[in-house]
């Protein structure tokens, strides 16, 4: 793992040192720019915060997940890719809309609150908000999360209502494409030159040209696109999705079934097509990853790989051990031995660090 935050220089205040209230909270930082990398997929979960997410990796190798992120006053900007397949259940950083475009779309559609996005649907979020999206192999999001208050500057209250009240925003042409480039754009030349954001004609540039976008967007918002809706099968998938996290994974495919109300050769053709595996395939890669996070969150002098393997339904331990080492990349015994980092570098120190 490897993860960078540079602070950058903040506003001056107008209240001299020695006369500012006391007992206040720290002002929010103002700028930053980080990178953060990590082949574990929990650790990445946990360097994601304030993002408070569960994601389960659904297909082998180490996850090998990236995020280049710029921070000013009023937004989080990122450019995020995965190279693994993952399912990701969780809630939306709380004092931020989320605005996100899907950049790999021509491989394979990443699925964002049962939706499929691509060049012509841009994913939202409300602040606090849960969220839950399954992302293929190789995938590239470029993300905003931007403060309700500055949203409502420049695209009045009807335009934070529209981008917090459903799930996506359909437009139409190449809009959702370009925005995406936008914010990968951004992201890139702040990383390369981190200290033009010590000038706040950048800022104001960066957030002026973000704020140009998303005008945009909402004007080319498709007027006769149909309400984003369920199909009975994506209604099916959730509904055995919810079963199988309300059983931890401790059910079988014909249960799974059962649940969405649907044969199980129709739940199959699902999976198959929103998830790229079959349900039974889902199911036991659902407890290797449970199975992976309580051997990290375990003392090895209280617990043992048998143990954990037996309690997540895995019978033959070497068995297990292969799965474990081909789908995630190292030994069940040293996941158990190496123990989850008390406290690491993340998103949230752009949030966080001291202004001055």
Known sequence: MTEDTRPMASKNSDVP??????????????????????????????LLRPWDVQIEQLSPGPFGGRLDAVKTPSMLLYSERWPRRTQVRGSNPPGYVLIGAHMAWQRSP??????????R???????????????PCDSHHAVVLVTPEFLE??????GVDRLSSSWGLQVSDRVGLDFGQHIIRVVRRALESPEALSRPLEIRSIESDLMDMLIRCLGAEAADSPPIGLSSRVRALEAALE???????????????IAAGVSQRTLERVFRKRLGITPGVFLRLKRLNGAHQELLASDPRMTTVGRVATDWGFRHQGRFSVLHRRVLGESPSRTLRRSRPSSCGSL????????G
């Not at 996290?245 to 799974?256: Q, V, Y």
């Open 17 to 46: 040192p020695d006369v500012a209230p006391r007992n206040q909270p720290p002002a929010e930082p103002e700028v930053g720019v980080a990178q953060i990398k990590s082949d574990n997929v929990l650790e990445y979960a946990q």
């Open 110 to 119: 990443l699925t964002w609150c049962s939706m499929d996005l691509g060049p």
């Open 121 to 135: 649907t841009l994913g939202c979020a409300a602040p606090d908000s849960e969220i839950g999206f399954t992302a």
């Open 153 to 158: 500057q420049g695209l009045g209250r009807q």
């Open 243 to 257: 079963h199988a996290r309300s059983c931890r994974g401790r059910t079988t495919a014909h249960e799974l079934s």
């Open 348 to 355: 949230s120190d752009l949030f966080s660090l001291a202004a």
